[in-house]
């Protein structure tokens, strides 16, 4: 926590950085009680860099191109991360998979989005592969991040229902408007307390939460949570 009692939040990007916007934006509207205290990138040119600066946010540029090898990297950025210090790392959009000891010391304080509705689809081309399989249903996981791929415990979805005629890019539009309501809303559970991780398994509202929370498209926050 910083001075005032926010959680120090630190955003790994390596693209475009609408996630990091919605984040961004959801602070400075008050949304989010937290401190962006810094966004890395593995890649220097991302565009998100220049939003986190047009914020002033301090970025950090780690040209994954220009280390030795993997090895090089993965030592830098867990160095980087262990220097800011954050109280949580948020993935978003953030294309390196991170090293076994980086995730396991910032255990339960690790978060990602990715674009399929976890455990389906986890991987790459989640919207193509989605449509091929003839899917009703598609969106986007807020999940824990371990260090086994996509597979940490899911905390937040939000679902779409796929219609007549969709695209890929129709698809990606409508989820990744999701990803901006609900990556936002889930730093601010872990911010007030709402959230917790407790031996790496979430707990909502003082309870163990056994399946994600969903929020679809046409509605509100289903169930008790929120
Ligand atoms: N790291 C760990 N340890 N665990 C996870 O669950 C992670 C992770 C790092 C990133 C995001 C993830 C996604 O949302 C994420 C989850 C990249 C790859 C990947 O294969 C996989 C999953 C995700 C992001 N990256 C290649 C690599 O060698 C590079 C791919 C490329 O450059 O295009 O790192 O999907
Ligand atoms: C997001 O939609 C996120 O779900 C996805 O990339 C996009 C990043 O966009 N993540 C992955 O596919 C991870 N493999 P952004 O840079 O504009 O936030």
């Known amino acids: 926590m910083n001075d005032t009692g ?18 961004i934006d959801a602070v400075a509207a008050g949304r989010l009680n937290a401190e ?4 890395l990138s593995d890649n220097p040119d991302a565009y998100g860099l220049q939003r986190a600066e047009q914020a ?5 540029r780690l040209d994954f191109h220009s280390f030795a090898d993997r090895t090089d990297y993965d030592a830098e950025l867990h160095r980087q991360l262990r220097h800011i210090d954050p109280d949580l790392v948020v993935l978003a959009g953030y294309m ?3 090293a076994d ?16 509705l976890l455990p389906a689809y986890p991987g790459l081309h989640t919207y193509r592969r989605a449509l091929a399989a003839g899917e009703t249903w598609h969106g986007t996981t807020v999940h824990l991040v371990i260090p086994e791929l996509d597979a940490g415990p899911p905390v937040l979805q939000y679902r779409v229902k796929i219609h007549p005629g969709e695209t890929e ?6 989820v990744q408007t999701g990803e901006y309501r609900i990556y936002p809303l889930c730093i601010q559970w872990l911010a007030e307390g709402k959230l917790e991780f407790r031996e790496q398994q979430p707990w909502l509202d003082g309870r163990p939460l056994t399946a994600p929370a969903i929020i ?8 008790q949570h929120g």
């Open 6 to 23: 926010k959680l120090r939040v630190a955003v790994l990007i390596s693209g475009s950085g609408t996630n990091l916007q919605a984040i």
């Open 36 to 39: 962006l205290i810094a966004v």
């Open 56 to 60: 002033g946010i301090v970025t950090y």
């Open 96 to 98: 390196r998979i991170i």
């Open 101 to 116: 000891r980086t995730v396991e010391h910032f255990a339960g304080r690790m978060l990602n989005v990715h674009p399929s």
């Open 169 to 174: 890019q129709s698809l990606r539009e409508r």
């Open 216 to 223: 679809d498209e046409t509605t509100e926050l289903k169930d």
